[in-house]
């Protein structure tokens, strides 16, 4: 008789942004005139760039023609995109990192996921708290974790680290070593970030005790501040511990196109075992590359035209950030984030839990954002925005919520 991997009945109520959507859907059916303005989902509202969008046309263009036609991708990704990331996301960086240690697909959500295909079955996880829940399910899935404590929100066997105001957002080294560490800088869903410095130490840490460092960059480009490293191998020793996941959703907005990448390199070496011929086994194996005319899209982001205009469109959005940041801050709210990453936390006001403060604010002021308590239990008291909805949007979303 055929049995279902019991581990997805482990998995708590709804998935975060399943249950907004579920949530808006009921408020929009009952008030169909509703003027909703949706800052939850981290979602890109500006079109792809024109140098992008002419690589698209221009290798359509190849695909119509038999001698340029292109089939299967190379698992791994094409040669002219690994190469160009190489160059100007690590090497122009003074990082060590070769084109043959460059993985692509066709995001980071998929990679952040299914990276734990490499870990022993009895790994000991360690997340910030709060924290992307792709990081928790998917190891969930896979069947570790323990048990999930409804009423503390907690699993019983996952490291947490709480970052909070009361240390900065900053982890700090959990009692319990870890097996693999999960960091998120830019920050979702806080939007602060660690120094190189404060980065450096996690790196000493993992080598130290022979853990792995997942490194999720997918916010990168939204960086700032001088001191904020873009990659983790910027890093003294981060070969030997760390994998970086790259997403061009965000910096080039191509969330509705899907291309990314992750970084394995070939020091990573545990129990004896190259994590990089691993992840290529596994990569060839249940993935056919992504497509031919969406890397060449990715090439162009490196363009000259194709940097200045993503430079302009992560400007837009961190102005919107900054509009959420000041406005709310004029009103009075506790605020965190916005300077170097498209999201913004704030404290909820008057004790509310962060769904309550979801529902006052969808009836009040017909705003969506997320409630922290979605993202872990020292998310609980927090909401996120986000800086990816329309300039006009955002001026509109702050001025209703100075009314309240």
């Given at each position: 008789?055929?049995?279902?991997?019991?581990?997805?009945?482990k998995?708590?109520?709804?998935y975060?942004?399943?249950?907004?959507?579920k949530?808006?859907?009921?408020?929009?059916?009952?008030n169909p005139n509703?003027d909703?303005i949706?800052?939850?989902i981290?979602d890109?509202?500006?079109?792809?760039a024109?140098a992008?969008?002419?690589?698209?046309?221009d290798?359509v263009?190849?695909?119509?023609?038999?001698?340029?036609f292109?089939g299967?991708a190379?698992?791994?990704?094409?040669?002219f995109l690994?190469?160009?990331?190489a160059?100007n996301d690590?090497?122009?960086?003074?990082?060590d990192?070769?084109?043959?240690?460059i993985?692509v697909?066709?995001g980071a959500?998929?990679?952040?996921?299914?990276i734990?295909?490499?870990f022993?079955a009895d790994v000991k996880?360690?997340v910030?708290d709060?924290v992307y829940?792709?990081?928790?399910?998917?190891?969930?899935?896979?069947?570790?974790?323990?048990t999930?404590d409804e009423?503390?929100?907690?699993?019983?066997?996952?490291i947490?680290?709480?970052t909070?105001?009361?240390?900065k957002?900053?982890?700090e080294f959990?009692?319990?070593?870890?097996?693999v560490?999960y960091?998120?800088?830019?920050?979702?869903?806080?939007?602060?970030?660690?120094?190189?410095s404060?980065?450096?130490?996690?790196?000493?840490?993992?080598n130290k005790?022979?853990?792995l460092?997942i490194?999720?960059?997918a916010?990168e480009?939204y960086i700032?501040?001088?001191?904020v490293p873009?990659?983790?191998?910027e890093?003294?020793?981060a070969?030997?511990?760390?994998?970086e996941?790259?997403?061009f959703s965000?910096?080039?907005?191509?969330?509705?196109?899907?291309?990314?990448?992750t970084?394995?390199?070939k020091?990573l070496v545990?129990d004896?075992a190259?994590?990089n011929a691993?992840?290529?086994?596994?990569?060839?194996?249940?993935?056919?590359?992504?497509?031919y005319?969406?890397?060449?899209?990715?090439?162009?982001?490196y363009?000259?035209?194709?940097?200045a205009?993503?430079?302009?469109?992560?400007g837009?959005?961190?102005?919107?950030a900054?509009?959420?940041?000041?406005?709310?801050?004029d009103?009075?709210?506790?605020?965190?984030?916005?300077?170097n990453?498209p999201?913004?936390?704030?404290?909820?006001?008057d004790?509310?839990?962060?769904?309550?403060?979801?529902?006052?604010?969808l009836?009040?002021?017909q705003?969506?954002?997320?409630p922290?308590?979605?993202f872990g239990?020292?998310g609980?008291?927090?909401?996120r925005?986000?800086?990816?909805?329309?300039?006009?949007?955002?001026?509109?979303?702050?001025?209703?919520?100075?009314?309240?």
């Open positions: 008789m055929f049995k279902v991997n019991t581990n997805f009945q998995l708590p109520g709804s975060l942004f399943s249950t907004i959507a949530k808006v859907a009921a408020y929009s059916e009952a509703a909703i949706r800052l939850g981290g890109v509202t500006q079109p792809i024109p992008m969008i002419k690589a698209l046309h290798s263009d190849e695909m119509g023609s038999a001698s340029t292109h299967y190379p698992d791994l990704g094409y040669p690994r190469e160009t990331i160059k690590y090497q122009a960086r003074g990082c990192i070769s084109a043959d240690e993985f697909s066709d959500k998929s990679d952040s996921a299914d734990q295909e490499l022993a996880i360690a910030c709060p829940p792709v990081y928790v399910d998917s190891n969930v899935m896979a069947g570790r974790l323990g999930y009423k503390l929100g907690k699993w019983s066997d996952l947490y680290m709480p909070t105001a009361e240390n957002f900053v982890p959990p009692k319990e070593v870890p097996d560490i960091l998120c800088l830019p920050n979702n869903p806080t939007g602060t970030t660690l120094t190189k404060q980065l450096q130490l996690w790196v000493d840490y993992a005790n022979g853990s460092i490194f999720d960059a916010y480009a700032s501040e001088a001191d873009h990659s983790i191998y890093c003294a020793g070969k030997t511990c760390a994998i996941i790259h997403s965000k910096n080039a907005g191509f969330t509705g196109v899907r291309l990314g990448y970084v394995v390199p020091d545990f004896g190259s994590l691993m992840w290529a086994r596994r990569h060839g194996t249940k993935f056919n590359g992504a497509p005319i969406i890397q060449r899209a990715g090439e162009a982001v363009s000259a035209e194709g940097q205009q993503i430079k302009e469109q992560v837009y959005y961190m102005n919107n900054k509009t959420i940041y000041t406005g709310l801050k009103a009075g709210f506790e605020v965190y984030g916005g300077v990453a999201y913004i936390w704030l404290k909820t006001p004790n509310m839990t962060s769904w309550d403060f979801f529902d006052y604010l009836e009040k002021v705003i969506v954002g997320t922290g308590a979605g239990p020292s609980e008291g927090y909401f925005l986000t800086a990816f909805g329309s300039a006009e949007n955002t001026v509109r979303a702050i001025e209703r919520i100075k009314s309240l």
